[in-house]
């Protein structure tokens, strides 16, 4: 498979809310960084991690807006939604993946924090 055609089937595996498939695709000591956040090393960490984003949506939706690809590298514009409520948080992500021997082992997200807690709030205030 291609880098690109890895990363493509990852999202379509975390749209699915489907953690054992994406993960299936990262290296066992893959480096996820949400830039405003700290790294997360090792694939357990990583599912550990998609799972407590995933859990609170009833569904997910990472269209990608733009792709480019250097290599091993993938990068891609997207708008991240999740369902949550009646409602939806919508992260705009530049996403930067590095692929080696088919496996992701970077995976790089930068978006802006403030965006992400406002909206979980206001999507969460009933609770």
């Not at 996820?32 to 599912?47: L, Q, S, T």
């Not at 990472?62 to 708008?79: A, F, H, I, K, Q």
């Not at 999740?82 to 997200?109: H, M, N, S, Y």
Request: hydrophobic residues 45%.
């Amino acid at each position: 498979m291609s880098p690109s055609q890895i990363v493509n089937d990852f999202i379509t595996a975390v749209e699915q809310k489907d953690v054992d498939t994406a993960v299936a695709l990262l290296s066992d000591d893959i480096r996820y960084e949400n830039m405003p956040m700290d790294p997360i090393i090792g694939r357990d960490a990583v599912a550990a991690t998609l799972r407590m984003f995933l859990e609170p949506a009833s569904a997910v939706e990472w269209p990608v807006l733009r792709e480019t690809v250097d290599g091993s590298c993938v990068m891609n514009e997207r708008l991240d939604r999740f369902k949550i409520g009646d409602g939806w948080l919508e992260l705009p992500v530049a996403g930067v993946f590095e692929i080696t021997d088919g496996l992701i082992t970077l995976w790089r997200d930068y978006f802006d924090m403030a965006t992400y807690q406002r909206q979980m709030a206001e999507l969460t205030a009933g609770d």
